[in-house]
């Protein structure tokens, strides 16, 4: 067998199995040994198969032992966010209406998944719905951090950063609207990408035309991450606001420079949220540090009036839209935190939501000029540190009381409304040693550039240390 473990890199583990290193087997075995050590205290993997998963590793090998074509993930183990629709596979949405629920076709997400070879184990554990950045429902329970179990993994792809950061899995793909790929990351210390609005279509979904939330890669690395969207990203003829550039513009491996790089570096985004102090510590210092490796940093952010308004009306509408009729005819079987934004969603009017577009295309304006003069902005992903699993949510930063739920998420979902890319990178500790990290957001269709400025940042932080 090769000297490969689970914290190779998933670039490795491919190369490995095509080269007949190590066979899709014992790379699962691998895997299932982590899971069987971890999975028990931090919840990460739900519903997970092995037999099926044995079965699908057995046909990867046969496969490759045919000398027929492999995909670019083949052979690697694999867990789907519970969100995802996957044929066969018991998929609950952390619903206990739907608890029991298995869907007779995949999702285009996972469709490319198993085009590309992977070995399904199981699903990810994801918050009631995928609402709220806190992993937790009736169905499997709460998902803890892997660097401190008495934290919160962040969410809604919670599970996805756990299996991560704690090598059950070597990638891991989830979906955000308001942070659900980002605050994971930071939380769990992975990568995790909120791709540029059609970099990732969907199908089916309720409303094709509706541009919030979007499926995205996580991994331990940024190459990595650039793999899994190689994979996940491209055009599809059931999904027609789809970007038209190929998956494959992503797989190349990945390095980038810093220097010359111009850099907005804003901590609050002119005072637009409040921060924790141990977090503002290591975002500050990531700015000393892109400065030290030759990126010109600035002081400086955009405009973002209006996208506080957009993205709760836009959020309440969503859900509303989706959940209103699950919610009266099952009043009992929600939270109460979902089911007071799906009830918000009732009194919108026409006009609300027109605002609420208007608002997202000025934004999406000012974010276009102002990226003629920056080629990033950087910022917080998470206003806090992960904080106790046993809360739902923060209360508080800094001392002063939050009035909702959702108050301690401004730093990604504002930037959700501007459709730019937007990716969590590791960017150090809290004094106690909790995982904070770097948003970095890149105009709109620059992602390959906003990877390599990422792999360029990763690789100086490497560096630094």
Known sequence: MSELSVESTAREMVTAVRERRISARELLDLHLERIGQRNGKLNAIVSLDEERARTGASAADQHLASGAATGPLHGLPFAVKDTHATAGWRTTYGSTILADHVPDTDELIVERLRRAGVVLLGKTNVPEFAAGSHTFNKVFGTTLN??????SAGGSSGGAAAALASGMVPLAEGSDMGGSLRNPASFCGVVGLRPSLGRVPEWPRDNQWEATATGGPMARNVGDVALLLSVIAGPDPRAPLALGDPGSTFAPPVAGSLHGLRVAWSLDLGGAFAVDREVAAVVEEAGRLLSRSGAQVFGDHPDMEGAEEAFRTLRAWLFQAKLGPLLAREPDAFKASLADNIRAGESLTGSDVARAYAQRTTLAERMRVFFQRYDVL??????????????????????VALTSYLDWMRSAYLVTMTGCPAISVPAGTTPGGLPVGLQIVAPHGADRRLLEVAAAFEQARAYSR
């Open 146 to 151: 892997p660097v401190d179990p008495t934290r």
């Open 378 to 399: 950087v910022l917080p992903v998470s206003q806090v540190p992960p904080f106790p699993a046993d809360q739902e949510f923060p209360t508080e930063i800094n001392g």
